[in-house]
C-alpha cells in the first residue's frame, strides 16, 4: 500500500455517511482529509487553506461541482481535481475536463471505485509533478534566453553570427554603434563589406577554417566602419552545426583599437627615449674629443704663431706656417661643433626676443635659400622672451634653412613660426625629453622630401648623413640638437617621405637675468714686465710648453708645473713669491680651483688666471667668473694668453 504522508484533500459531498467512508477509506494511505458538507461552504474552506487535491461531487447544494470548479478555476492556478457524479454524465465529463479537472469518476452501487481513489490520485499527483516540472523547465529556459539576451545586447563586445553564404544573421548593438549601422543596413551587407582590405585574404582563410569545424581563437584583423573609420579588434570565432552541416559562424569580437594605440605609443617613446639616451652617451664622447682636440690646436695655433713671428714677411717657409695655422683654425670650427653639439661650448646669454634675431637674419636667409624656394614668416606677436646667446639660434635658424634647402632641390615653401607653449604634466610625460612650464615654441616647416622613421631615429647623430660624400660635415642637424638641449629645451620632428619635414623646437621662456660675460678685446700693449713671476699649472705637456714659452718670450719669470701637487712644492720652494697663477681647471688629483685656494691662504695677494678645454660645468667657467677670477677658453693664441696677464699684472 502506497503511503502519501501529509498529503492534503478536499472532499465536497453533500451525503454525510458517504463522506465519512471516503475518509475514512482514505487515511490509511496517508491522506488528510477535511470534509465540506455544500459548493458554498467547501469554497470557504478551499480558499482558508492549502489543498493538495480536490474531490468534488457533481450534486450538491448551493453549488454543483461544475460550478465550484469554475470559481476556483478562474483566477487559477489550482491543484488536481477529481470529479465524482451518481450517473455516468458524457457532456459532464467533458466539461470538467474543460475547466482542467484531472480525472472523472462514476459512483458505483458496490463502492468499488472508493479503491481505485487512492491510485487515481497518486495518477493526479504524478501528472501535477510533470507539469511543475515542465513549468520550472520552461521558466528557467526563459530567464536563461533573457540572461543571454540581456548580456548580448548589453555587452560591449562585439557579437556577430555569419551564415556560410557570409550574410549577417545576427549583431548585437554594441556592433552597430561601433561600426555605425542601423538593423536595416546590416541585412544588406556581407561579412567583407566590413573587413579592412589589408586583411580579406586573412579573414578567408579564417572563415573557411571556421566552417570546417575548426574553433580559432586570438583573431586579430580590422573591421572599417560605414565612417570608413578603422577598429582593431580581437575575438573567437566558432561555428554551429545541424546534422553535420555548417548553420552558421559566431565571432564574439573585442574592440583594442585603444590599447593598440597606447602600445604603439609606448614603443615610440621607448624609442625616442633610447635615441635620447644614445644622443646623450654621444654627446659627452663629442665633449670629450673636442677637449682633447683643444689642447692639441692650443699648442699648433699657438706654436705656428710663435713661428710666424720669426721668420721673415718673404720667407718661403712662412707660406706653409700659415697654412697649418689656417687648417688649425678650421680644425678649431668642427671642435666648435662638437662643443656645441655636446653643449659645452661657451655661450654668452642674454634677455631676447626670438622674432627679432630671425627678423635680422631673413635677408641672410633668403640668400641662403633658392630662389624657388619661398621664405614664410609667421610670428607671435606677444611673444615671450628667452634667455639665450643670439649666435645660437641664428646658427640653429641657418643649420635648419640649409637642411631645408637641400631637401627642396625643386623648390617648394620654408616657414618659420613662433608661438607661445604652455606644457602640463600629461603632454610632457609623452615626450622624454620634455618637462612642464612655459615654452616659446619655434616650428620650423619645409614641403621638401621628407625623411622615414629609419632617417628620423639617427638624424642628430654627428657626421650622419644623407647627402653624397664630400657635401656637407653632417653636423648640421647634430649642431642644432645640441643648441636645443644647451638651453635645457627638446626638439620634435614629424616627417614622412614625400611630405615635408616640421621640427618643432621649445626653448624655456626667460625667468631670471644673468650677468653678461664679456672678454676683454684690447690689443696687446707691450710693456716690460722683468722680475714679474708666474707659476704654470698644466697637465697636457704641448700646452704647458707653449704658456711657458709665450710667457718666457713676454719677459715674465716662469715655473711649470704638471699638477697640483709639483705647483705645490714649486710654490713652498719659492716662498710662495709668485705674481700670478697660471691654472688648468681639470687635471688628475687635486683640481685646479683646489688648488688656488692652498695658495690663497699662503699669499692672498697671488693673481690667478684660469683655463680650460671644457665649457660645460668640468670648466667651473662661470662659478670662477663670479668669484672674480679671469678665465681663458682653450685653443687661445699667444696674443690672447699675453693680453690677459698684461692686464692682470703687466701694469701692476
Request: proline letters at 4%; hydrophobic letters at 35%; one cysteine or more.
Amino acid at each position: 500500500m502506497l503511503i502519501y504522508k501529509g498529503i492534503r484533500v478536499l472532499l465536497l459531498e453533500d451525503d454525510p455517511g458517504l463522506a465519512k467512508l471516503l475518509q475514512k477509506r482514505l487515511s490509511p494511505h496517508g491522506y488528510v482529509v477535511d470534509i465540506a458538507y455544500d459548493g458554498k461552504s467547501g469554497l470557504t474552506m478551499y480558499h482558508k487553506a492549502h489543498y493538495d487535491i480536490l474531490v468534488l461531487d457533481q450534486n450538491m447544494p448551493e453549488y454543483d461541482g461544475l460550478e465550484v470548479l469554475r470559481r476556483i478555476a478562474d483566477p487559477g492556478p489550482f491543484p488536481p481535481v477529481i470529479m465524482l457524479t451518481g450517473a455516468g454524465n458524457e457532456r459532464i465529463a467533458v466539461e470538467a475536463m474543460k475547466l482542467g479537472a484531472s480525472d472523472y469518476i462514476v459512483k458505483d452501487i458496490d463502492g468499488c471505485y472508493l479503491d481505485l481513489l487512492p491510485s487515481i490520485f497518486q495518477r493526479a499527483l504524478n501528472q501535477q509533478n510533470l507539469v511543475k516540472e515542465k513549468q520550472w523547465a520552461e521558466k528557467t529556459l526563459k530567464k536563461s534566453e533573457e540572461l543571454l539576451r540581456d548580456l548580448f545586447e548589453n555587452t560591449s563586445d562585439l557579437i556577430q553570427s555569419v551564415s556560410p553564404d557570409e550574410k549577417f544573421v545576427y549583431v548585437n548593438p554594441s556592433w552597430r554603434k561601433t561600426l555605425g549601422y542601423s538593423k536595416k543596413e546590416v541585412q544588406d551587407l556581407s561579412l567583407f563589406d566590413i573587413i579592412h582590405s589589408e586583411h580579406t585574404e586573412q579573414c578567408r582563410n579564417v572563415f573557411k577554417r571556421v566552417l570546417s569545424g575548426e574553433n580559432v581563437t586570438d583573431v586579430e584583423t580590422v573591421f572599417v566602419s560605414k565612417k570608413g573609420k578603422e577598429i582593431i579588434v580581437e575575438g573567437n570565432i566558432s561555428c554551429k552545426r545541424e546534422n553535420g552541416k555548417a548553420i552558421q559562424t559566431r565571432g564574439i569580437f573585442r574592440d583594442i583599437t585603444t590599447r593598440k594605440q597606447l602600445e604603439q605609443e609606448k614603443e615610440k617613446l621607448q624609442s625616442l627615449l633610447l635615441q635620447s639616451q644614445k644622443m646623450e652617451s654621444i654627446g659627452r664622447l663629442a665633449g670629450g674629443v673636442a677637449h682633447e682636440f683643444n689642447n692639441l690646436l692650443t699648442g699648433i695655433i699657438g706654436f705656428s704663431e710663435l713661428s710666424l713671428g720669426k721668420i721673415e714677411e718673404n720667407a718661403p717657409l712662412r707660406e706653409d706656417v700659415e697654412s697649418i695655422k689656417k687648417a688649425a683654425k678650421q680644425a678649431s670650427t668642427l671642435a666648435h661643433h662638437l662643443l656645441t653639439f655636446s653643449r659645452k661650448r661657451k655661450i654668452e646669454f642674454e634677455i631676447l626676443n626670438i622674432n627679432d634675431i630671425i627678423e635680422n637674419a631673413e635677408i641672410m636667409l633668403k640668400h641662403l635659400l633658392s630662389e624657388n624656394i619661398t621664405l614664410v614668416l609667421n610670428f607671435a606677436t606677444n611673444l615671450k622672451s628667452i634667455e639665450s646667446d643670439s649666435e645660437l639660434i641664428k646658427q640653429l635658424v641657418v643649420n635648419l634653412a640649409t637642411n631645408a634647402h637641400d631637401a627642396m632641390p625643386e623648390g617648394g615653401t620654408f616657414e618659420i613660426s613662433t608661438s607661445n607653449k604652455t606644457v602640463n604634466e600629461d603632454e610632457s610625460l609623452k615626450m622624454p625629453e620634455a618637462h612642464p612650464g612655459n615654452f616659446v615654441c619655434l616650428s620650423v616647416k619645409d614641403t621638401g622630401v621628407g625623411m622615414n622613421k629609419d632617417i628620423i631615429h639617427r638624424m642628430f647623430e654627428p657626421f650622419f648623413g644623407t647627402k653624397d660624400i664630400g657635401k656637407g660635415t653632417g653636423l648640421g642637424l647634430s649642431v642644432v640638437y645640441g643648441i636645443v638641449k644647451q638651453h635645457k629645451g627638446w626638439i620634435t620632428v614629424e616627417s614622412k617621405p614625400g611630405q615635408g619635414t616640421e621640427f618643432r623646437i621649445f626653448l624655456p621662456v626667460y625667468s631670471r637675468r644673468q650677468k653678461n660675460m664679456t672678454e676683454n678685446k684690447n690689443s696687446l700693449i707691450k710693456s716690460s714686465n722683468s722680475g714679474k713671476s708666474i707659476l704654470v699649472v698644466e697637465d697636457e705637456g704641448i700646452v704647458r710648453d707653449l704658456a711657458v714659452r709665450v710667457l718666457r718670450e713676454g719677459g715674465y719669470d716662469v715655473s711649470e708645473a704638471a699638477n697640483s701637487k709639483e705647483a705645490k712644492d714649486v710654490f713652498m720652494t719659492e716662498n710662495g713669491n709668485f705674481n700670478l697663477v697660471f691654472s688648468d681647471v681639470v687635471m688628475p688629483g687635486e683640481t685646479g680651483p683646489q688648488l688656488v685656494d692652498q695658495l690663497l691662504f699662503h699669499n692672498p695677494q697671488l693673481h690667478v688666471l684660469f683655463s680650460s678645454g671644457y665649457s660645460d660645468e668640468r670648466s667651473k667657467r662661470h662659478i670662477l667668473l663670479d668669484k672674480g677670477f679671469p678665465f681663458l677658453q682653450k685653443p687661445y693664441t699667444p696674443s690672447d694668453l699675453l693680453l690677459v696677464v698684461e692686464d692682470l699684472i703687466g701694469k701692476g
